[in-house]
T-cell receptor, first 111, second 113 residues
Framework: TQLLEQSPQFLSIQEGENLTVYCNSS?????LQWYRQEPGEGPVLLVT?????EVKKLKRLTFQFGDARKDSSLHITAAQPGDTGLYLC???????????FGDGTTLTVKP | DTAVSQTPKYLVTQMGNDKSIKCEQN?????MYWYKQDSKKFLKIMFS???????INETVPNRFSPKSPDKAHLNLHINSLELGDSAVYFC????????????FGEGSRLTVL
């Protein structure tokens, strides 16, 4: 079973602060995705990283895929209340035909 | 237009009952999934279908029976409901199996009393 552990599980910060969320596994993935889920809704894709060492930026969000394609990080600069939500990483295993989700990081950004 | 829609959004029922959740996607995708999200927000795959064919059954009790009448629909029927079945069930779709973005429905919150 491929397990993905996210840290921290909960994060509460003030508006304007920076933060980093980590997603770690002992398994290698074909690609890794980050989703954000808001209360009462389904997860929505933020980014997919495919190549080991890849860095992608989405406005104030920076995503990195580890060189060995086993881990990833999400860094948010100058967090805003609108960033509040549950962040989920998902490791994609094309051979197994499925995505495995991490245990999630709940982020609260206070105004 | 809602891309992935599932009904009902809320379901409250007694232990031992049988219930169904329906899902439809209008994205033209080939693959559909059912995920279960527990109270700790852990999202776990239950089933995946590709062009109406069952691909993944992730050791789900056989009280859960998915059915895909066509590739735009994937329904979930649950027999003899148990307390531990209480969760939010998400339907999702993707263009290809385990490749590309997963598009999720809004979820169906099942509460078993």
């Amino acid at each position: 079973t491929q397990l993905l552990e996210q840290s921290p599980q909960f994060l509460s910060i003030q508006e304007g602060e920076n933060l980093t969320v980590y997603c770690n596994s002992s398994s290698v993935f074909s690609s890794l995705q980050w989703y954000r889920q808001e209360p009462g809704e389904g997860p929505v894709l933020l980014v997919t990283v495919v190549t080991g060492g890849e860095v992608k930026k989405l406005k104030r969000l920076t995503f990195q895929f580890g060189d060995a394609r086993k881990d990833s990080s999400l860094h948010i600069t100058a967090a805003q209340p609108g960033d509040t939500g549950l962040y989920l990483c998902a490791g994609v295993n094309t051979n197994a035909g499925k995505s495995t989700f991490g245990d999630g990081t709940t982020l609260t950004v206070k105004p | 237009d809602t891309a992935v829609s599932q009904t009902p959004k809320y379901l409250v029922t007694q232990m031992g009952n049988d219930k169904s959740i329906k899902c439809e996607q209008n994205l033209g995708h080939d693959t559909m999934y059912w995920y279960k999200q527990d109270s700790k927000k852990f999202l776990k795959i239950m089933f995946s279908y590709n062009n109406k064919e069952l691909i993944i059954n992730e050791t789900v009790p056989n009280r859960f029976s998915p059915k895909s009448p066509d590739k735009a629909h994937l329904n979930l029927h649950i027999n003899s409901l148990e307390l531990g079945d209480s969760a939010v069930y998400f339907c999702a779709s993707s263009q290809e199996l385990a490749n590309g973005e997963l598009f999720f429905g809004e979820g169906s919150r099942l509460t078993v009393l």
